[in-house]
């Protein structure tokens, strides 16, 4: 299991490097629009993007 976490996380941060090494100026605007957000429009997004993992998880499985 310790295995499969690793792997997981290893994945994430691959995906999370891509767009910043790709395009850094859409990272920084993302970054910067990201920023004035306010915390419940953050924590919503949060939400979303766990439940997506989850349904998408449970569909593999």
Request: aromatic residues 4%.
């Amino acid at each position: 299991m310790a295995h499969d976490l690793l792997t997981a996380l290893a994945l994430v941060l691959i995906l999370e490097g891509l767009l910043p090494t790709v395009s850094p100026g859409t990272w920084l605007k993302m970054m910067q629009d990201a920023a004035r957000l306010g915390p419940r429009a953050i924590r919503w997004v949060g939400v979303t993007f766990m439940l997506a993992g989850a349904i998408l998880l449970q569909l593999l499985h």
